[in-house]
């Protein structure tokens, strides 16, 4: 039976006529019931493989005919997998030379409000945050506004780095009323979602959120960040979060490579 968690490609090999990679158990997302379809476990294994070992961009993935052997799955269920990936824009084929990884991207439905981490976990793939900064500091005049503060009041400042797999996908830099920062900041910030942490960890549900994204020149502070050249052009989101009762609670903007986010929303006609 094909278990991923049980499995990882490695560059040895057995000896005999029916070479086959020898396994290192390893846990990974797919470490799910065996009820859950073996294509969907081997798609989460491979987008698992992908993150943590370093491909980019037009890196070729083991040929299907390994992964039948590896996995002791049919060719069929390997090529589920291999194309749930491709449908979601991750990977592509060239017809008689294999399948390639194109992108590795967090999509956000922006009918939906939801974390980095909430993103992702569809795809399979664990999230998490490096952690820059924690502070009380003067609310900028954006912040100041949105909160509806008087000028110079203060606010708490988080500032991560949000990873997947060991790629840095996105800068966020956060602003808070005093009040839901200060119980913030005492949260597990590097392994949850801010949305997760306020509603189960605080107690505050959120309600919606008022969101613009415009790609721009990459200013000082996000380039270092990113570790790109400043102007590079990025992507800026800017979203303010209210809580069910309709107050402003959190303001952030997003900034990351164009590559790194896909954004899709569904538009009524009327």
């Excluded at 942490?197 to 721009?216: Q, Y």
Aim: hydrophobic share 40%; net charge positive.
């Amino acid at each position: 039976m094909f278990r991923p968690e049980d499995r990882r490609m490695t560059s040895q090999t057995r000896s005999g006529p029916s070479q086959r990679l020898v396994s290192k158990a390893v846990e990974t997302p797919a470490t799910r019931a065996d009820t859950t379809p073996k294509y969907v476990r081997l798609r989460d294994w491979l987008m698992e493989h992908m993150l943590s070992s370093g491909l980019t961009r037009g890196d070729k993935l083991p040929s299907e005919s390994d992964l039948v052997r590896r996995f002791d799955v049919s060719r069929v269920t390997v090529r589920q997998a291999l194309e749930a990936l491709r449908d979601e824009g991750i990977i592509e084929s060239h017809h008689g030379k294999g399948w390639f990884l194109r992108r590795i991207c967090a999509v956000q439905n922006l009918g939906k409000l939801q974390g980095f981490g909430e993103m992702l976990a569809p795809m399979g793939v664990n999230a998490r945050s490096k952690v820059l900064e924690l502070t009380e500091c003067a609310a900028p005049d954006a912040v100041a506004s949105a909160f509806g503060l008087p000028e110079n009041s203060s606010v708490v400042r988080i500032a991560r780095l949000r990873i997947a797999g060991g790629r840095v996908m996105s800068y966020d830099l956060s602003y808070f009323p005093l009040d839901v920062g200060r119980r913030l900041v005492e949260q597990d910030l590097a392994g949850q979602d801010i949305f997760v942490l306020l509603e189960r960890a605080l107690g505050v549900p959120l309600g919606f959120a008022d969101v613009n994204i415009e790609v721009a020149p990459a200013e000082d502070d996000p380039a270092q960040r990113l570790g790109i050249k400043p102007a590079t052009p990025i992507f800026k989101l800017t979203r303010l979060t209210y809580d069910r009762r309709g107050f402003p609670i959190d303001f952030e903007y997003v900034y990351g490579l164009p590559d790194s986010h896909v954004f899709k929303v569904r538009v009524p006609r009327r």
